[in-house]
């Protein structure tokens, strides 16, 4: 889809929906349809709520909603068609439902509320489960196999500071759902989890790894620029006091002397998108890492390193159609109009989408490191 123009055909939104296999829904649970939002975001659960008509005579309030047709743990897959191009925004789990019963005729309606498919990861604890001689990644593989029956393939990357425990001195063992355990793994490593939807209906991809920021970027977000305009407005924040400097202290063993660890270059691990990154200006030594192996104390600290790099932040709202493609999270994109101090590429932290019938907006949020581009130019 990124590649495809909005602008040169309309946008068709395709509902699945069954209890394991979601399969088309009635046409009148499409005609039914007011309004869809998909909240995407790197690092977390992605959300979804579809809002119905529920009129008193229709098949939704006389049939389909006291089957349990939407009822949670129902499956709800969410596909957008452009040009014929289909993307799938959403593959999820229905977990709440709420009935506004009103004596207006047509203004009664149920609205259902779900998140991705992540969401089965975090029903079950699995407290004690062993993992010998494994490190963080081969882990994480394992657990996210479990749920294979979904269509969810693992696309797992090693992490960048080897933290394989010998069985003689230590064995890890998961706490709280796979869910927490996978997450938490993820932020001691500076990684992050989410489960990316496709490319065909019924698959996932859940992805445990570093922030990509790299690749071409999309189509940039044009302001104050008269008709080449394609947001209303943009507003960026620098927050000086976000970085922070982490050093680690790590205990050898054999001598019992302690020595503090100072954080490799972040920018070895996440390219720069500025060429200002701002400066550290907290210094702060992890607590609780003395015990701890040297190569898992320092993956403690680079993640902290990682996790408060991002002192500039953007926020926005855009049409859709006057952009003419659809924005997507967790990739890059390029800023034009705002200045040299705001302009350039930036990572699209977040993405919501609003669908309503002749009408498909998005709000976003963006973030890198610093002030002024690190190059002249941007994709168009």
């Known amino acids: 889809m990124a590649d495809?123009?909005?602008?040169?055909?309309?946008?068709?939104?395709?509902?699945?929906?069954?209890?394991?296999?979601?399969?088309?829904?009635?046409?009148?649970?499409?005609?039914?349809?007011?309004?869809?939002q998909v909240t995407m975001a790197s690092g977390?659960?992605?959300?979804?709520?579809?809002?119905?008509?529920?009129?008193?005579?229709?098949?939704?309030?006389?049939?389909?909603?006291?089957?349990?047709?939407?009822?949670?743990?129902?499956?709800?897959?969410?596909?957008?068609?452009?040009?014929?191009?289909?993307?799938?925004?959403?593959?999820?789990?229905?977990?709440?439902?709420?009935?506004?019963?009103?004596n207006t005729p047509g203004q009664s309606t149920l609205t259902v509320t779900g998140e991705d498919l992540t969401v089965l990861m975090d029903l079950e604890e699995r407290p004690g489960v062993p993992y010998e001689a494994m490190g963080p990644s081969t882990r994480v593989r394992l657990i996210i196999e479990r749920y294979a029956d979904y269509g969810i393939s693992p696309q797992v990357m090693t992490e960048f500071i080897p933290q394989i425990p010998m069985p003689t001195k230590r064995i890890d063992f998961q706490s709280g759902t796979d869910l927490q355990y996978?997450?938490?793994?993820?932020?001691?490593?500076?990684?992050?989890?989410?489960?990316?939807?496709?490319?065909?209906?019924?698959?996932?991809?859940?992805?445990?790894?570093?922030?990509?920021?790299?690749?071409?970027?999309?189509?940039?977000?044009?302001?104050?620029?008269d008709a080449l305009s394609t947001v209303d407005q943009l507003t960026f924040a620098f927050d000086g006091t976000a970085r922070e400097e982490p050093r680690t202290r790590v205990q050898f063993q054999a001598t019992r002397v302690s020595k503090l660890l100072d954080v490799p270059e972040i920018s070895v691990f996440r390219p720069p998108l500025s060429r200002k990154p701002a400066p550290a200006l907290k210094k702060k030594v992890l607590g609780g890492t003395a015990k701890k192996e040297g190569g898992e104390a320092a993956a403690?600290?680079?993640?902290?390193?990682?996790?408060?790099?991002?002192?500039?932040s953007g926020s926005g709202r855009l049409d859709v159609i006057r952009y003419g493609y659809v924005l997507r999270p967790r990739e890059?994109?390029?800023?034009?109009?705002?200045g040299i101090t705001y302009d350039g590429e930036y990572y699209?932290?977040?993405?919501?989408?609003?669908?309503?019938?002749?009408?498909?907006?998005?709000?976003?949020?963006?973030?890198?490191?610093?002030?002024?581009?690190?190059?002249?130019?941007?994709v168009p």
């Open 332 to 338: 890059l994109v390029g800023v034009r109009g705002a």
């Open 300 to 312: 403690e600290a680079l993640a902290k390193a990682l996790e408060s790099a991002d002192a500039v």
């Open 4 to 36: 495809q123009p909005v602008r040169s055909g309309p946008v068709h939104l395709t509902l699945h929906m069954g209890p394991k296999i979601a399969r088309p829904v009635p046409q009148e649970v499409t005609d039914a349809l007011l309004s869809a």
């Open 348 to 378: 699209v932290k977040s993405v919501t989408h609003d669908l309503q019938r002749g009408s498909y907006t998005q709000n976003f949020t963006l973030a890198r490191e610093g002030l002024i581009a690190l190059r002249s130019t941007v």
């Open 182 to 225: 996978v997450t938490d793994l993820a932020k001691a490593n500076g990684f992050t989890f989410f489960l990316d939807p496709g490319p065909r209906p019924g698959e996932s991809r859940a992805y445990w790894g570093p922030e990509l920021r790299l690749g071409t970027p999309q189509h940039a977000l044009n302001v104050n620029m």
């Open 44 to 102: 977390e659960r992605s959300g979804f709520q579809l809002a119905f008509d529920l009129s008193k005579n229709g098949l939704i309030n006389t049939r389909l909603l006291p089957d349990g047709f939407f009822d949670p743990q129902t499956r709800v897959i969410l596909t957008t068609t452009v040009q014929g191009t289909p993307t799938v925004l959403m593959d999820g789990i229905l977990i709440r439902q709420e009935v506004g019963v009103s």
